[in-house]
């Protein structure tokens, strides 16, 4: 990776960042007791992009603002050693198994203790309402602490440790799957871990039914409570029942987008497949989810760029 030696630290760039010819997002600067070394190989998980970095000694990080304005948010993973992470006036020390969230465009000071490990990762090309949801967890404590926290942690330990003999179709597969536990974990915080029975009927129903027609009405009447229930039920953890529905099935979608398996179908009849038959009405949200086209995100995890 490129390391630029200056007198007030080390500038490391294009280790998550890999295809930045100028102006690199992902630069900082590394502050060390002695001249900065360090180990570091990234991986492609689809759209997800990871550096797994190795040193013996201290290091403070801090970000360089990059010349372009753009976003980045992080997710981060202490494999051995410990740490802190400070952003936003938010703290949080890190132990050996423990991961954080954060961005790379505001100023945060990551330190680490020497010997560690660290797995960080670019959530840039998730999802938007991932994105979005990362802004309101960053250097959260708890996250590493919830039941789905511990499990995320331990895939993403396994994850670094089994990387290098993934094939490429698994390195997709795994990615798009730590997507779907990070947002899972993130909601889990912000809604305590207690469900109800019947929401978990509601959303076992929903997800057998999602290539049908639903409404709110006919979920309502599915499960004999009023509407306005229904909304309640949704409301109270941080979603309408119309805004649960299109994620599912956008998810399902992009699942489907990416498995080389079903490249025979054209992208029309994928998003049919899940309950959005308007095209370009499917396109629009799409695009207003993943900032990109279904085509070309085909085309781009399944590398036929």
């Given at each position: 990776m ?5 007198e007030?630290g ?6 998550l ?5 100028r102006?690199?997002r992902?630069?900082?600067l ?8 360090a180990?570091m190989?990234s991986h492609?998980?689809g759209?997800?992009v990871?550096?797994d970095?190795?040193g013996d ?13 753009t976003t980045q948010h ?6 051995s ?9 938010h ?6 198994g ?7 465009v505001?100023?945060?000071?990551l330190e680490?203790n ?16 991932l994105?979005?949801a990362t802004?309101g967890?960053?250097a959260d404590?708890r996250?590493s602490?919830t039941p789905t926290?511990?499990v995320l942690?331990?895939?993403l330990?396994?994850l ?5 003999g993934?094939?490429?179709?698994s390195r997709?597969?795994?990615?798009e799957h730590?997507v779907?536990l990070l947002?899972t ?5 912000d809604?305590g871990h207690?469900q109800?029975p019947?929401f978990?009927?509601?959303?076992e ?9 639903l ?6 009447a599915?499960?004999?409570?009023s509407?306005?229930y229904?909304?309640?039920l949704f ?7 119309c805004?649960?529905i299109r994620?599912?099935?956008l ?5 489907d987008?990416?498995?080389p398996d ?13 309950g959005l038959?308007?095209?370009s009405h ?10 990109m ?6 085309d ?6």
């Amino acid at each position: 990776m490129p390391v630029e030696h200056r007198e007030d630290g080390a500038l490391v760039f294009g280790y998550l960042d890999t295809n930045a010819t100028r102006h690199p997002r992902d630069s900082v600067l590394v502050r060390t007791k002695v001249r900065y070394h360090a180990e570091m190989r990234s991986h492609h998980f689809g759209l997800l992009v990871a550096c797994d970095v190795v040193g013996d000694d201290w290091v403070q990080v801090r970000p360089v603002p990059p010349p372009v304005p753009t976003t980045q948010h992080l997710l981060g993973l202490l494999l051995s050693g410990s740490g802190t992470l400070e952003q936003s006036g938010h703290t949080m020390k890190l132990q050996s198994g423990e991961f954080v969230l954060y961005t790379g465009v505001r100023p945060f000071q990551l330190e680490l203790n020497g010997p560690y490990r660290y797995l960080v990762m670019t959530l840039d090309a998730a999802t938007t309402s991932l994105a979005q949801a990362t802004v309101g967890a960053t250097a959260d404590t708890r996250l590493s602490h919830t039941p789905t926290g511990r499990v995320l942690a331990a895939a993403l330990t396994e994850l670094a440790h089994s990387a290098p003999g993934l094939g490429p179709v698994s390195r997709r597969e795994v990615g798009e799957h730590i997507v779907y536990l990070l947002r899972t974990v993130i909601r889990d915080v912000d809604r305590g871990h207690e469900q109800s029975p019947l929401f978990e009927q509601i959303l076992e129903y929903l997800d057998r039914h999602l290539a049908e027609n639903l409404s709110p009405a006919t979920v309502a009447a599915a499960h004999h409570v009023s509407l306005r229930y229904l909304h309640r039920l949704f409301r109270d953890r941080g979603e309408t029942v119309c805004e649960h529905i299109r994620r599912r099935r956008l998810e399902r979608i992009r699942r489907d987008l990416a498995d080389p398996d079903l490249i025979h179908l054209p992208v029309y009849s994928v998003a049919a497949r899940w309950g959005l038959r308007d095209p370009s009405h499917f396109g629009k949200l799409f695009r207003a989810e993943f900032a990109m086209s279904p085509r070309r995100f085909r085309d781009q995890v399944l590398d036929r760029e």
